[in-house]
Every structure is written in structure tokens, then in C-alpha cells.
């Protein structure tokens, strides 16, 4: 069994690469140097994008607590820019939750997972953008990041 899984947790994440490296070209003039956080999400079942994803994004206050920062829901493309200003986005940790339940409900599905949560800490190591690949079935997903330094 676990030899069988092996592989298939190598697909998962090779999509997920891929589908962080497939960044579009028709926002923000051929890039995303304006969207400090990048959301993408991949439907494994279906193999195409997961649109209409719910999601939040939280920062860690200073007590330990979590403090909502911004929220919306990606695109037919299973996308989502714009979600959080570069002003809103200031070094410090930040939790994303996708609303997974919502999206298999939507699809038809009966989810194992209520939601998908990502921590992060951003700017750790000078200023960068982030673009956070989900890849989701429904009882599993994988995440992966690039993460990029646009002032080189």
C-alpha cells in the first residue's frame, strides 16, 4: 500500500508545481508584481481548476490570536489576485483557509475535509511575493509555494 501511494503523492505534488509555474499572463500586464499573495487550486478528480473556492486569509496578532485580514473566492481559472494589498501584507505569520466542504458540496462531493489551512510566515527574508498552489480531491490535498524576490 505504501509503496502504491509513493507515486501518487509524487503526482500530487509535481501538478501542484505545475500548477503554481502557470501563472497567467493577462493580469497585471503579464505578471503579478502587484499581488503580494497569489491563490491557485486544482481539482485532482476533474484535472481542471477548482473555481468558486471560498477562502480567508488571517495574520497571528502579538497574543497568539488570529486576526481576519481579507477573503474572497477564486475565479472560474481557480484563481484568485488581488486578494490582499502589499500594505495589509507586512512581515509576520499568516494562515490561509480554503473552504474546502463548500467546493465538494458544490461539486457533488461528500468531503472528508471541512477546510484546507496553510500557515505561512511571509517576509522572513527581505520582502517577496507568494503564490500558494492548492491542489484538492476530496480526501486529501497537497500545497506548495514559490515564493519570489521581485526586486531581482
Known amino acids: 500500500m505504501i509503496i502504491m501511494l ?3 503523492h509524487c503526482l500530487l505534488l509535481a501538478s501542484a508545481v505545475l500548477l503554481c509555474n502557470s501563472a497567467p499572463t493577462d493580469k497585471h500586464g503579464g505578471s503579478d508584481i502587484n ?3 497569489t491563490v491557485k487550486i486544482l481539482d485532482a478528480v476533474k484535472g481542471t481548476p477548482a473555481g468558486f473556492v471560498p477562502l480567508k486569509v488571517n495574520r497571528k496578532a502579538a497574543d497568539g490570536g488570529w486576526t481576519a485580514i481579507a477573503s474572497g473566492v ?3 481559472t481557480g484563481e484568485i489576485h488581488n ?3 502589499e500594505e495589509q501584507f507586512s512581515p ?3 494562515r490561509v483557509e480554503f473552504d474546502t466542504k463548500a ?3 458544490s461539486q457533488g462531493s461528500k468531503p472528508f475535509h471541512e477546510l ?3 500557515e505561512l510566515k511571509a517576509h522572513a527574508e527581505g520582502h517577496r511575493h507568494y503564490t500558494l498552489a492548492l491542489l484538492l480531491s476530496p480526501y486529501s490535498f497537497t500545497t506548495t509555494a514559490v515564493v519570489t524576490d521581485i526586486h531581482q
Open 6 to 8: 509513493r507515486p501518487l
Open 35 to 37: 499581488c503580494p499573495l
Open 74 to 76: 477564486t475565479d472560474a
Open 83 to 85: 486578494l490582499i494589498t
Open 92 to 94: 509576520g505569520v499568516y
Open 103 to 105: 467546493y465538494w458540496k
Open 116 to 118: 484546507a489551512e496553510v
